[in-house]
């Protein structure tokens, strides 16, 4: 069965980075995009940007270009996502997903807090 | 960005009736739209994508509607199991998505 599964929760101090893995099996990972979504306490869902595992290709919300980047290790079919110059306002549950026509299966998310 | 707006923001039912949910988009999106449950402390669960395709595994009580601007999720006999927050969400603008704000399921 696919199954996307995060790292563990964090706590960093603003400023700093902090870096998300999402281990997939039970699919070909070359086939499928991978979406990272943010979830911030109580709010809604914000995306933060897409790889493509087939060729790297990446696609970054305008918000988050600057500090972001996304890689893939096609031998070990996992995403990571690694955010940098970290603020409060970066305190959320961060998901990865399985996209091809829609985000089919989640990875169980990470929460990551900046706090000082 | 294409903001999608969810009616109403909580809805109050009791088992065994049918809960109606909107989505509205502020600009065409097609059917380029997908539904998706989230419980608290769980991720999101995909239920429809395509505005009427019921992802794998899905209950047929869960059935989705529209085209354009105007969508509707409706569940035509609420279970126990299927009070939860529902978010909508646009891929028109493929890579940026963006989701409705939910709707809240709440038993009555």
């Known amino acids: 069965q696919v199954q996307l599964v995060q790292s563990g929760a964090e706590v960093k101090k603003p400023g700093a980075s902090v870096k998300v893995s999402c281990k997939t099996s039970g699919y070909t990972f070359r086939n499928y995009g991978i979406r990272w979504v943010r979830q911030a306490p109580g709010q809604g869902f914000e995306w933060m940007g897409w790889i493509s595992p087939y060729n790297g290709n990446t696609k970054f919300a305008q918000k988050f270009q600057d500090r972001v980047t996304m890689t893939t290790d096609t031998s070990t079919s996992t995403a990571y996502m690694e955010l940098r110059s970290l603020t409060s306002d970066d305190t959320a549950v961060y998901y990865c997903?399985?996209?091809?026509?829609?985000?089919?299966?989640w990875g169980q998310g990470t929460l990551v807090t900046v706090s000082s | 960005e294409i903001v999608l707006t969810q009616s109403p923001a909580t809805l109050s039912l009791s088992p065994g009736e049918r809960a109606t949910l909107s989505c509205r988009a502020s600009q065409n999106i097609n059917n380029f739209l997908a539904w998706f449950q989230q419980k608290p402390g769980q991720a999101p669960r995909l239920l429809i994508s395509?505005?009427?395709n019921r992802a794998t595994g899905i209950p047929a009580r869960f059935s989705g509607s529209g085209s354009g601007t105007d969508f509707t999720l409706t569940i035509s006999s609420l279970q126990p199991e299927d009070f939860a927050v529902y978010y909508c969400q646009q891929r028109s603008s493929w890579p940026q998505l963006t989701f409705g704000g939910g709707t809240k399921v709440e038993i009555k």
């Open positions: 997903a399985r996209e091809q026509v829609a985000l089919d299966y």
């Open positions: 395509d505005a009427s």
